[in-house]
């Protein structure tokens, strides 16, 4: 094996990133969102559009959506993906870029994401075919399988509704900062505890929005990137666990397979949690971010609940957590993963304004997709960190 | 080669649960399959289940008519394996996690479909 735990640490890095139409984008198609946040990114890496030979996109409604953007932006790319994990998809994409860059196979990635729900409702029929082991009980798609996981947390570990409102509130608290995220009026405890139920123990301000927004990273390799417009971010851990397809064949409710892509994502980074600057979990529900402080290593498994309590993920807590506002206050048009790890390079090079947390050199970048059934992390770094 | 989703819904339709069991390995399998997961077990039959589980998990999906409210929940097996179903016969919102159920086939909607009730 050529590197340790395999994975080119730090060979690699991401020298772009954008996002474009976050909450309402009317009038265009998902497709024309994405090619936009491409072009920004590639102008913040100072690049173009000749310097890209890979494009790793997930178009959403779309099954041979890789190639719609490939065609859009006129290129000519040597690898072209479009993987089907879900939102945890844009830190697969990180990891196998950095593979094929590290290879020699291609110079220049592009990952890029567009979707406009909000403005242009999706059919009826969706990408996926319904379970015909689940289907006929009407579970609502997705939210009935993260509260069933909820609900098995709350049972063995005393996890309570107020913790998981915790977790929105924290949110709303860090989007407040952002000038970019879309909901920003003031949310209580008592507001989420007091909000519809839809599938106990989740109300509707347990749940991410659905709403417009696109983004876009650009990779090249290390030697490069030194020479691109900004400080490159380096990648330094990368790794994928799926463990199951439907809620009713994940192998443990509580311990999801961040737990492995965790690990190894650590071992190749070299850094422990404790290392962590910034936080970025995915938050489709307010179940999620608990899970994945857990199995990532933030605090011991069960723990998470009272980990987020007394506002300790919200600004000025103990541990920066999703501090674009998340899915839950921010952006998820369908699948948030790259939004994930735009936040983190902004983060790390010192872009983030208001909201920006003091000497943040590592970010882990923490992607699900599914029903908690594919776990992909990143770790990424400032130039002090390779 | 097997039929999964096929033979356990004749199955079903004439009124008995089934579920495969590997000859060489024992364990029981749910859902329906070609072979055995982890082992690729293909030696499988299809037994009678005892119809006795455990809540695994619930949740109950909020309707804006009270009534028409109805839970989801994971039941494990006696025989092992975990499926998603419905407790009926108890109001929506009363069962709990670790409560014993028993299985039945009802008519939901016009397909015969395995639910569970307190046991």
């Keep these: 094996m050529t590197h340790k735990h395999g994975f080119p640490r730090g060979k690699t890095a991401i020298v772009g990133a954008a996002t474009f139409g976050i909450g309402r984008c009317p009038g265009v198609a998902a497709v024309d969102m994405a090619a936009q946040a491409s072009l920004i990114a590639l102008a913040d890496a100072g690049l173009t559009l000749a310097d890209v030979d890979a494009v790793y996109t997930s178009a959403p409604y779309e099954a041979l959506g890789g190639m719609e953007l490939v065609e859009y932006l006129g290129l000519q790319p040597k690898v072209t993906d479009c993987n089907r994990t879900g939102g945890s998809a844009f830190e697969v994409y990180v990891q196998q870029a950095a593979l094929a860059l590290d290879a020699g196979l291609i110079d ?6 567009g979707s406009n729900p909000a403005s242009v409702p999706p059919k009826a029929v969706g990408m996926t075919r319904p379970s015909p082991w689940e289907a006929p009980y009407q579970p609502l798609a997705p939210i009935s399988s993260y509260a069933l996981a909820a609900s098995r947390h709350m049972h063995l570990y005393g996890t309570t509704r107020e913790h998981l409102a915790e977790v929105a509130v924290a949110a709303r608290r860090w989007a407040q900062l952002n000038p970019e995220a879309a909901v920003r009026d003031p949310l209580s405890i008592d507001d989420v505890l007091g909000a519809r139920m839809v599938s106990d123990p989740l109300s509707v301000r347990d749940c991410c929005l659905f709403n417009d927004g696109a983004a876009a990273i ?8 030194r020479h691109c417009r900004k400080a490159p971010i380096a990648v330094l851990g990368a790794a994928h666990a799926v463990t199951h397809r439907e809620i009713s064949g994940m192998p443990d409710l509580t311990v999801t397979g961040a737990a492995r892509s965790g690990a190894q994502a650590y071992a190749q980074a070299k850094v422990r949690p404790r290392d962590i600057d910034l936080v970025m979990l995915y938050d489709a529900f307010t179940i999620t971010p608990i899970l994945f402080l857990e199995d990532l290593g933030f605090c011991p498994k069960g723990e998470g609940g009272r980990f987020v309590a007394d506002g300790a993920i919200a ?5 920066a957590v999703n501090t674009n506002g998340g899915g839950l206050s921010c952006v998820h048009p369908g699948m948030y993963g790259l939004f994930l790890l735009v936040e983190a390079v902004r983060q790390l090079r010192g872009e983030a304004g208001e909201r920006q947390i003091p000497d943040a050199h590592l970010a882990l970048a923490h992607g699900n997709g599914g029903v908690l059934s594919s776990q992909a992390t990143v770790v990424l770094g400032t130039a002090a960190t390779v | 080669m097997l039929h ?4 356990w819904r004749a199955h079903l339709a004439q009124g008995r649960f089934m579920i495969q069991r590997s000859r060489s390995t024992g364990r029981h399998v749910f859902h329906p399959r070609v072979a055995e997961p982890g082992t690729g077990a293909q030696d499988l039959d299809w037994v009678e289940a005892s119809g006795q589980g455990w809540v695994h998990a619930v949740t109950v999906v909020r309707k804006k008519d009270p009534a028409e409210s109805y839970n989801v929940v994971l039941v494990d097996l006696a025989e092992g394996p975990r499926l998603m179903s419905r407790v009926v016969d108890i109001a929506a919102d009363t069962v709990r996690i670790g409560m ?18 307190p046991a």
């Design chain 1, 108 to 113: 220049c990635a592009l990952i890029a994401y």
């Design chain 1, 218 to 225: 650009v990779m090249v390799r290390a030697d490069r990137a």
């Design chain 1, 315 to 319: 600004p000025g807590g103990r541990l």
């Design chain 2, 4 to 7: 999964p989703e096929e033979e």
């Design chain 2, 100 to 117: 014993a159920v028993r299985a039945r086939i009802d008519i939901l909607g016009d397909q015969p479909t395995l639910v569970f009730v």
